[in-house]
Each structure stands twice: as structure tokens, then as C-alpha cells.
């Protein structure tokens, strides 16, 4: 067993809180690598070589699941909703971060002590109507003065270190996707570069996908890359026969779903091999695109794709874990892809 050091730039950027509709602001770490610009809705848009007449989109999104206060109690308690695929269950007990004028307000999702519960309560599956935000104030008023309705909330930082080359964090997804794109974007040699590559860090993926159809009808890109995780499958508690083998540390993990290029994926099986990088395929246990593929794609004029994901266990909770040896696989065999496109 080994611990590693982890890169400054991806501690950094798992640091930051990004929640659908209020996505971080991550123009500087793309701000020295080529033109950046923030659309209306949310998107940080990197462009490099735009004098070249083919385009290439690589799209990672920018946000994470979170919650927004829909009520505040007399009590001084504090109510929510989703906003993105939030797990009630993986809410009970967890510390979290309100994002308010008055700054970052600290909180706990509270829960009835098992001293007191019956037996019935156990089999009960909470709702999140069931659930509230407890931030150590008096009452009503106090918590007001602190927090409104419509703030973002979302899980405390939490990033830690963990053995074999592997970090556990929230927010995960998608902010290694943040990181491998701003890798990606510094590492290619620009100066052979053939084509126009526009690095899009799109908003509102959590809730319908929203920033990459704006982006992708605005750059009208002839080829698309998306960087996203998927689910791990090493686990105890998942059937491998029913949701595929896919596992952390055998590398940068690529669907072989529909709207995925089966001439792309062809590529860079080749260039992987061919460069020893590590790799896996999976097929997706549902036929409908979990991430911004399909709307990339649809809205793209119907473009080759190509997905590139990192396994990534308990997704959608607050302690996500993935393997730091398949983040850079994915940057190692983005470039070289990138680097082989001639036109």
C-alpha cells in the first residue's frame, strides 16, 4: 500500500464548488493556453487555432449535483431541492456548504437519532421534502440574515488521499473531466496542430444537458470529444453480468454506445495499443446516453463522436472515488488521438 501526491491543479479544481447554474469560473486555468471566452449560460470556452477550417468540440461539463433552499422554517430550519440526481439517502448525516451573499455557510442534513426511531422508520426510504439543513442558528430570523431562498448548496469539501493511486472526493463528476481537458489543451503541439480545437467546459449538464447544446450550435464542430466518468461496476454491491466490467485502474474507460464513432473508437483502440496506454470498453447498461453525448451529437448535425470516461465509484454522492493512473491514460490517449488528426 502507497499513498501518492496528488497534482495542485486537480486538488485545486476539486476544491472549488460548481453547481448547475452557478458553475465555477475556470477561464484561468485555460486562460494561458488560447482564447477564452464565458457564453451567457454558463460555458468557459477555450479556442486554439481558429484560422483552420475543421473544428474539433472537446466537451467536459463543468458542474456537480447540488441542492437550492426552497424554504427557511420559524425554526430556523432549511429546506431544498435537487437540482441535478441528488440521492436522498445520500444526503442523511452529511455536511454541506451554502453558497450565499453572506459567503459559504456551513450545514448538516439532519437525522432523527436511531435512540428514537421505530421499527418502521428503518424500512423507510426518506424523501427529500423529508429533509432539512440544520446551521446551528436560533431561529427563523437568524437564518435569513445568513441564507435565501434559491441558494446553491452543495457537499462540503471533502478530497482526500487514498491508497494505490486513488483519490475519494465529491464532485468527481465532472470536475476530473475539468482537469483532463485543461491537460489536454496545454499538452497538444500546437505548432503541428491541422485543425481548430475549441476545449468547452459546458454548464447544466446535471439538469438536461443545457450548456453543451447552446456550445455546440454556436461552434459547429466537424468532430466531437466528451469527457465524462461512468460507473464503476468493482464493487460488491454491482453485478458485473448486468452492468458490464468496468474497473478503476485499467484505464481511461470508452462506450461503444450508438452515438459513439465506431471509426473513432477503431483509432484509438489502435493508438493505445500502439502507445501502450491502458484502456477498457464497456457497452452501456441503458441504450439512452447517460452524459452530453447524445446532444452533442444530435445537435451537432449529427457529427462523429467519440466518448472517453473515468470509472468512478458511488457516483452522485459525496465520496466518489477514481484512480489518478486513468486520468492520465485519458489525457495521454486524448493527445495523441488529437495529435493524428490530419485533414
Keep these: 500500500m502507497h499513498k501518492i501526491n496528488i497534482d495542485t491543479d486537480l486538488a485545486n479544481i476539486l476544491q472549488t464548488h460548481s453547481p448547475s447554474g452557478q ?12 482564447s477564452v471566452v464565458k457564453d451567457s449560460i454558463g460555458n468557459c470556452i477555450c479556442s486554439i ?9 472537446i466537451e467536459a461539463h463543468a458542474d456537480e449535483i447540488s441542492l437550492r433552499v426552497i424554504y427557511i422554517s420559524d425554526d430556523g430550519y432549511i429546506f431544498f431541492r435537487q437540482n441535478g440526481g441528488v440521492d436522498p439517502l445520500q444526503l442523511i448525516g452529511q455536511s454541506v456548504t451554502i453558497l450565499s451573499d453572506s459567503g459559504e455557510i456551513t450545514g448538516v442534513v439532519g437525522c432523527k437519532p436511531m435512540h428514537i426511531k421505530r421499527a418502521e422508520e428503518y424500512a423507510k426510504v426518506p424523501l427529500i421534502e423529508d429533509l432539512f439543513i440544520d446551521i446551528g442558528v436560533c431561529n427563523g430570523s437568524s437564518a435569513k440574515q445568513l441564507v435565501k431562498v434559491g441558494d446553491y448548496v452543495v457537499f462540503s ?21 475539468v482537469y483532463i481537458l485543461s491537460r489536454i ?8 496542430l491541422d485543425i481548430c480545437v475549441y476545449g468547452v467546459l459546458s454548464s447544466q449538464e446535471e439538469i438536461g444537458c443545457r450548456g453543451a447544446n ?64 491502458k484502456y477498457q470498453t464497456f457497452l452501456p447498461h441503458s441504450v439512452l446516453g447517460r452524459n452530453n453525448t447524445p446532444t452533442l451529437q444530435i445537435n451537432g448535425g449529427g457529427c462523429e463522436v467519440l466518448t472517453l470516461c473515468i470509472p468512478c465509484r458511488y457516483l452522485h454522492s459525496s465520496v466518489e472515488i ?14 495523441r488521438f488529437i495529435e493524428s488528426l490530419r485533414v
Design 214 to 277: 447552446v456550445a455546440v450550435q454556436n461552434i459547429k464542430p466537424q468532430m466531437i470529444m466528451c469527457i465524462d466518468t461512468c460507473v464503476a461496476t468493482d464493487t460488491p454491491d454491482i453485478s458485473s453480468n448486468i452492468l458490464g466490467d468496468i474497473r478503476l485502474g485499467r484505464g481511461v474507460a470508452i462506450p461503444l454506445s450508438t452515438e459513439n464513432s465506431v471509426r473513432l473508437i477503431k483509432e484509438v483502440e489502435i493508438i493505445a495499443k500502439n502507445g501502450n496506454i
Design 23 to 34: 458553475e465555477y469560473d475556470y477561464s484561468s486555468i485555460l486562460g494561458n493556453v488560447g
Design 49 to 57: 487555432n481558429t484560422s483552420k477550417n475543421f473544428r474539433l468540440l
Design 157 to 177: 469539501n471533502n478530497l482526500k488521499i487514498l491508497n494505490n493511486n486513488r483519490i475519494s472526493s465529491k464532485g468527481i463528476d465532472n470536475k476530473v473531466g
Design 185 to 192: 489543451l496545454k499538452q497538444i503541439n500546437k505548432d503541428d
Design 322 to 335: 477514481c484512480d489518478i493512473s486513468d486520468i492520465n491514460a485519458a489525457i495521454s490517449l486524448a493527445v
